[in-house]
Structure formats: structure tokens, C-alpha cells
């Protein structure tokens, strides 16, 4: 009896772990963000940029080609690129 228990809490204990794997396996939501001067960088985040802040966003696949001229700017926090310096919101 106490060995059938034991087994029955290891079942449990495993489709338990399962599930919780499952609930936190959802993909990561990314974007490269890139400004009128070249400058691109990752989010995680979905910011509601203002057209004024002259952005594009694009998906997390997103690469550009062999002649535009991009360079990579990463910085952490809520903002954007903007001739060269980094502007909080």
C-alpha cells in the first residue's frame, strides 16, 4: 500500500512539473526597433512609439542587407535612438 502510493504521488508530482512546463514554455515576444539614422536595437517589449520618434519596427527575424547601413545600439530600459543619444520615456 505504501509503496502504490508513493508511485501514485511521483505520477502526480511529474504531470504537475508537466504542466508547469508547458504554462511557461510561451515563445518570446521580440522586435528590432531601427531609426531614420541607422540605428537599431532588440526589445522585448511592445512600446507604443509615437510616429514623431520616425521608428520602424520590425520582427525578431528581421535582418537587412549587404548595402544598408544599420549598426547595432542596444541599450536596456523604455526608450529609443535618436542622433546618436539615448532618450528615455
Given at each position: 500500500m505504501k509503496m502504490r502510493t508513493l508511485m501514485?504521488?511521483?505520477v502526480l508530482?511529474?504531470?504537475v512539473g508537466a504542466g508547469a512546463m508547458?504554462?511557461?514554455?510561451?515563445?518570446?515576444?521580440a522586435a528590432v526597433v531601427c531609426n531614420r539614422e541607422g540605428d537599431c536595437w532588440h526589445?522585448?517589449?511592445r512600446y507604443d512609439y509615437?510616429?514623431?520618434?520616425?521608428?520602424?519596427?520590425?520582427g525578431d527575424d528581421w535582418r537587412w542587407g549587404h548595402r544598408d547601413r544599420y549598426r547595432w545600439?542596444?541599450?536596456?530600459?523604455?526608450g529609443y535612438w535618436s542622433n546618436g543619444v539615448w532618450l528615455s520615456f
Open positions: 501514485l504521488q511521483g508530482a511529474a504531470i508547458v504554462a511557461t514554455a510561451a515563445p518570446a515576444s526589445t522585448r517589449d509615437r510616429p514623431a520618434f520616425g521608428l520602424t519596427i520590425h545600439r542596444e541599450h536596456a530600459g523604455r
